[in-house]
């Protein structure tokens, strides 16, 4: 089976719920930007994170885009989960590699560091919605509920694994949503609260095999959750030559002019898939002068 995101809603709407596989988005990820272990581990936390935020868009043009910005050694983490199904991510700098903390667990709070982390929310309007809170593990699913509870005052329990193999690929990569709607009781968030506590650790419980739809009946077990349905996802950029084009026409006729003037086809490269677009002298040309109009 693919990748996908579940959903659904239990304790009589009072609880919002999301569990997710994205192992093989994840390490497609990994193998098009040949990140070293921590930084594949930021990637994939923050890509599972933006297709269970992504997963119920009503348009495939719209999107979610989470931007993480520390001081650590990875610069930015940026994954961008849309309608259409596509997930996709990409670190500033993903050779970076640190020891990892006691029991072998890589560190990504140190490779991440202090800062912000940002959710945009491309929903077609005129303007993007963008929340901004600052991070308060650099863990990445701690950050995610933060930002839930301050920016949206939705109470959240977050969990995001990625667990790599001896030779660095991915074993698994997914992780947990679960939201207190407006008029859940006290009780209810009581045992919610008991059972995320309880919950085994999520790398080594899918890497048993276990799925999205077992999270999910382990942390709503009893509080007749209703399953709303899968939502397959996959690695998939939406670059293309003609929007590099459109990049380099907002260069301005000036910087265009000495690109033109080096005599030298460019290169240009996509962050997130590693895509690579050339462009001649002639096609430099038709750009600058359909930027003067």
């Not at 999301?18 to 988005?25: H, K």
């Not at 890497?207 to 899968?230: C, R, S, W, Y």
Request: charge should be negative; proline fraction near 4%.
């Amino acid at each position: 089976m693919g990748d996908y995101v579940i959903r659904g809603t239990a304790a009589d709407g009072q609880i919002r719920a999301f569990a997710c596989d994205v192992t093989l988005s994840v390490e497609e990820g990994r193998m098009r930007h040949d990140s070293s272990p921590v930084a594949t581990a930021a990637l994939g936390r923050t890509m599972a994170a933006a297709a269970m935020l992504s997963c119920d868009l009503k348009d495939k043009d719209e999107s979610i885009t989470i931007s993480i910005a520390g001081n650590g050694p990875l610069g930015k983490v940026i994954a961008i989960g849309d309608g259409a199904g596509r997930v996709r991510g990409y670190v500033q700098n993903p050779k970076v590699d640190l020891p990892p903390k006691s029991k072998g667990h890589l560190d990504v709070a140190r490779a991440i560091g202090i800062g912000v982390m940002s959710v945009i929310k491309d929903l077609g309007l005129k303007e993007p919605y963008i929340g901004t809170t600052h991070l308060v593990s650099s863990e990445i699913g701690e950050d995610l509920a933060y930002y839930f509870a301050e920016s949206e005052q939705i109470p959240s329990a977050v969990a995001l694994s990625v667990l790599m193999t001896p030779e660095h690929t991915v074993w698994t990569a997914g992780g947990y949503l679960i939201q207190l709607m407006p008029g859940a009781t006290e009780e209810t968030a009581a045992i919610l609260e008991e059972r995320v506590k309880k919950f085994p650790q999520l790398s080594h419980f899918l890497a048993e095999g276990h799925t999205p739809e077992e999270v999910l009946a382990i942390l709503l077990e009893n509080m007749d959750f209703k399953n709303n349905g899968q939502v397959p996802y996959h690695f998939e950029c939406d670059c293309s030559k003609h929007r590099f084009a459109n990049g380099l026409a907002s260069l301005g006729e000036k910087e265009l002019t000495t690109l033109i003037e080096e005599g030298q086809p460019i290169e240009t490269t996509c962050n997130f898939c590693g895509q690579k677009y050339y462009f001649t002298v002639d096609e430099l040309k038709a750009i600058r002068a359909g930027s003067r109009r």
